[in-house]
């Protein structure tokens, strides 16, 4: 059974930076994309930040780009993404999220099996 579980969210100051982590298991992490969804109350879910299978390749939307920046550590089965110059419309839960291959592609796909969410508030 595939487990994601992401953490490190929280209160921050707009400008701020938060660093998430998510620690997967249940399928050979190496072999897959991973990505970071999030959704804010009361909006649709948006696709973040992808990275391929062995970190080759990362994308990123537009509203992220520069100011977030998406890793992963394959032996240790994790995650990351470090975000700066936080902002009140990053507000969201952020969802740890298994792609169905190795490619890293600049959506959400059908097959994306999306973790527990954490939750990044952005309020002064």
């Known amino acids: 059974e595939v487990q994601l579980q992401a953490y490190g969210g929280g209160l921050v100051q707009p400008g701020g930076s938060l660093r998430l982590s998510c620690v997967a298991s249940?399928?050979?992490?190496?072999?897959?994309?991973m990505k970071w969804l999030r959704q804010a109350p009361g909006k649709e879910l948006e696709w973040v930040s992808t990275?391929?299978?062995?970190?080759?390749?990362?994308n990123y939307a537009d509203s992220v780009k520069g100011r977030f920046t998406i890793s992963r550590d394959n032996p240790k089965n994790a995650l990351y993404l470090q975000m700066d110059s936080l902002n009140p419309e990053d507000a969201a839960t952020y969802y740890c999220t298994k792609a169905p291959g190795p490619v890293a592609t600049a959506r959400m796909e059908d097959n994306d099996i999306r973790g527990q969410g954490t939750q990044v508030t952005v309020s002064s």
């Open positions: 249940g399928f050979t992490f190496s072999k897959f994309a």
């Open positions: 990275i391929s299978s062995g970190s080759a390749f990362t």
